[in-house]
């Protein structure tokens, strides 16, 4: 049972407290690249997840900028590494 203090939990954003790694990940950079889209012109694809390794495609904005590797190490990675503690790298991919 997923639940917190007892009670289960609801749907967040439509996805389900079931739902599996692949719909959890796919969520999270949807999340992450409205945020980069919205702020700062880029976008975040996911490409793919096998639990260990998450490649995505950087995009508009963040194509070519120098800040790239910082924003995919250190923000992405950063913010996706807690929810996925397996996770053993975070690739650009083109």
Do not use: Q
């Not at 997840?49 to 790239?68: I, W």
């Amino acid at each position: 049972m997923n639940s917190l203090y007892g009670r289960s939990s609801p749907e967040f954003n439509g996805i389900s407290p079931d739902a599996n790694d692949d719909e959890r990940m796919s969520l999270l950079i949807d999340t992450l690249g409205a945020y980069i889209e919205y702020f700062h012109g880029g976008g975040l694809e996911l490409v793919d997840f096998d639990g260990r390794t998450l490649r995505v495609r950087m995009t508009g904005a963040c194509r070519g900028c120098s800040l790239a590797p910082a924003t995919l190490h250190g923000w992405i990675e950063g913010t996706v590494r807690p929810f996925f503690p397996k996770l053993e790298k975070v690739i650009a991919v083109a």
